[in-house]
């Protein structure tokens, strides 16, 4: 008999008991579909944090206090990540030494605070970013209406300032917030611009959220000389790795090695990317347990099947029937209740994947899709193997007789 | 001679206890003949059955048919001489639950890897032979007992077998629809086919021109034997 045959009759008996069949194949749906939907969201993460990183400017180097990365190449511990702010020895003189470097286009100070900031009667406690006017150029954060502070503000300490998007929605609402006056630390300040829509969040900076105002403002009225971060615009990706050196060499004259960390922005990604590769995986694999539980589902309900359909299988042997073709017929069966189940597990997590991306990045990948669907493929025939070969092995006198 | 059973045994162990469900049995069957083999529950006649049909093999003895012994064959080769030599009859009728006639009757041909379309037309004219041409769609809950017999001779038909095998063929049926299925066993005799009638009841095996009587695993008479005699 050739195997298209065989195929026919392990869809006909599909098809016969439909409901078992889909209760069979409920584990591997649920099997399938979490694999793929916990890898994309996990997947998604990364795309989400990726663009992030992108929206933060070109061939930038972050200087930070403290030791960022520990000696195996992730983060360091939060306590010296915590012991790095409350002892941070950068300062506005190092900006302007790094600057001086050569293949170096600009370097910015960035403070960062928190502060209570209202308009009217609608006060937000929010992060007050204190920088340079080139920001906007350095961060790729333009201002979407009006315009970014100019150097001439920052000279100037004029207390103006510019408001994230989220940030001037929550406190105007509809109203146009630019020439509006709000209160910043208890000071007025007179909205300039507000910066285009960056996304964020999800454990990493809100950007959206953030007021923007003049680096010598902020010292001024915060009285803090702490800068919580340096950015360095490099002129070309091919110097970066020497511009870094040499911002090494020039803070080094003056701190300790384990005081500041220079880094390219882009290897924070890299260490980000490592760990939810890893978190990934390890969702995928715990997903993967369903999948094993659906096989097995499939496997006792293939053995119960064969119990029920003895009579079946002596009749098939009695009319000609192999033993080769009745184990191929049922491991067949199993096999297609395996991808079946792995088909609609699949479109179930395209689904799920694009009502979960209205609130969260959720990316189907190719290789989930293949993984999920393969391992459940080899479930079936592995898990099918066993009532396979009851069947085959079956008398076809004994079969014949069962009721 | 188309089927030879020399010196058959079939022995069955259970526990300490040796069963001898046949015992050193011989019989011939010829092209076209029609053999009643009677008996008691426990006589051996089924064992001789499943034998002679080739679902099972014997303990001792051989087999012939057409002059080829073919005891010793696998169980591949066993599928194989089922499906083209023999055509079975069942007391339970056996079809398939939710498959159409059609498909009941065409099962034979599926394991002699006769075309699909081939498969179709065969059924549905040896569906119409059998008087169910009107019924060629219906699964078996829809077939009254005697409709599910024919279709059951219908299947016994299609690849054209050397000998039919029918167990009991009208023990779950009432005595007209009964009467109906021996009258076909009749005509196909009639037209030649050989025939090997399973039963218990005296009436039924009247029908067939050669009756074997069974009794503990031995042929306690054959009337082909006493004709010879005579």
């Known amino acids: 008999m050739n195997i298209e045959n065989t195929i026919r009759i392990a869809i006909q008996a599909i098809f016969t008991n439909k409901s078992r069949s889909l209760l069979t194949m409920l584990g591997v749906i649920i099997g399938v579909g979490a694999v793929i939907l916990l890898m994309a969201i996990g997947n998604g993460l990364q795309v989400y944090i990726t663009g992030q990183f992108d929206s933060l400017g070109a061939n930038t180097i972050s200087i930070v206090p403290g030791e960022v990365f520990s000696s195996s190449g992730g983060f360091g511990s939060r306590e010296s990540q915590f012991s ?3 002892n941070n020895k950068l300062r506005y003189t190092d900006v302007k030494e790094i600057s001086k470097i050569s293949g170096i286009r600009a370097a910015i100070p960035m403070v960062l605070g928190n502060s209570d900031i209202s308009y009217q009667s609608t006060t937000k406690k929010r992060s007050i970013i204190g920088t340079m006017p080139e920001y906007e150029k350095v961060r790729n954060t333009k201002a979407e209406k009006g315009s970014f502070f100019s150097s001439s503000d920052n000279d100037g300490g004029k207390r103006v300032t510019v408001l994230g998007s989220l940030l001037a929605k929550d406190l105007f609402s509809n109203i146009d917030p630019i020439g509006k006056t709000v209160r910043i630390n208890g000071q007025a300040f007179k909205v300039l611009g507000v910066a285009e829509k960056k996304g964020g969040g999800f454990g990493g900076p809100q950007f959206d959220d953030y007021a923007y105002i003049p680096f010598k403002t902020y010292i001024d009225i915060f009285n803090d000389q702490k800068v919580s971060q340096i950015v360095v615009q490099a002129e070309d990706k091919e110097g970066i790795q020497e511009n870094i050196v ?6 080094g004259k003056r701190l300790k090695s384990d005081e500041f960390s220079v880094f390219e922005t882009t290897e924070i990604l890299k260490v980000i990317n490592q760990v939810l590769g890893v978190l990934t995986l390890g969702l995928g694999g715990i997903a993967a347990i369903s999948l094993v539980v659906g ?4 496997m006792n309900i293939m053995l119960v099947s064969v119990t029920e359909r003895t009579r079946e299988i002596g009749l098939r042997k009695a009319l000609g029937a192999t033993p080769g073709i009745i184990l191929l017929q049922f491991l ?3 096999s297609l209740l395996s991808v079946f189940g792995g088909a609609i597990g699949v479109a179930l997590a395209f689904l799920l994947a694009l009502v979960i991306n209205q609130f969260f990045p959720a990316v189907v990948t190719m290789f989930s899709i293949v993984l999920a669907f393969g391992v459940s493929a080899t479930i079936g025939i592995v898990f099918g193997v066993a009532p396979a070969r009851r069947a085959s092995q079956l008398s076809p006198i004994e079969a014949l007789r069962s009721e | 001679m188309l089927l030879v059973l020399e010196n058959i045994s079939k ?15 011989s019989i011939s069957v010829d092209e076209g003949e029609y053999v009643a083999v009677m008996g008691h529950s426990g006589s051996g006649k089924s064992t001789l059955l499943q034998i002679a049909s080739f679902l099972d093999k014997p303990t001792t003895g051989s087999i012939l048919l057409r002059g080829k ?8 080769e066993m599928a194989g001489l089922r499906n083209r030599e023999i055509g079975f009859v069942f007391q339970q009728f056996n079809l398939l639950p939710k498959t159409s006639a059609i498909e009941n009757v065409a099962l034979p041909l599926v394991y002699a890897n006769v075309p699909a379309q081939e498969r179709t037309a065969r059924a549905e004219d040896m569906l119409r032979e059998v008087g169910l041409g009107d019924r060629l769609k219906n699964t078996r809950a829809q077939l009254s007992g005697g409709q599910q017999q024919r279709v059951a001779i219908a299947r016994a038909l299609i690849n054209n077998p050397s000998i039919v095998f029918a167990d009991e063929p009208t023990g779950n049926l009432d005595s007209k629809s009964g009467e109906e299925i021996m009258d076909m066993l009749d005509v196909l005799h009639k037209k030649g086919k050989t025939i090997i009638l399973v039963t218990h009841e005296a009436d039924i095996a009247h029908h067939a021109k050669r009756r074997i009587v069974m009794r503990d695993g031995h042929i306690i008479s054959d009337s082909k034997d006493r004709k010879k005699k005579v």
Not at chain 1, 246 to 251: F, N, T, V
Not at chain 2, 69 to 76: A, D, F, G, Q
């Open chain 2, 11 to 25: 022995h069955y162990t259970v526990g300490d206890t040796i069963i001898r469900a046949l015992d050193q049995v």
């Open chain 1, 84 to 86: 790095a702010i409350s």
């Open chain 1, 246 to 251: 040499q911002i090494k060499k020039q803070l």
């Open chain 1, 332 to 334: 067949i069966e199993s």
């Open chain 1, 295 to 298: 096989g097995i589902g499939i």
């Open chain 2, 69 to 76: 012994k073919v005891e010793n064959y696998s169980e591949n």
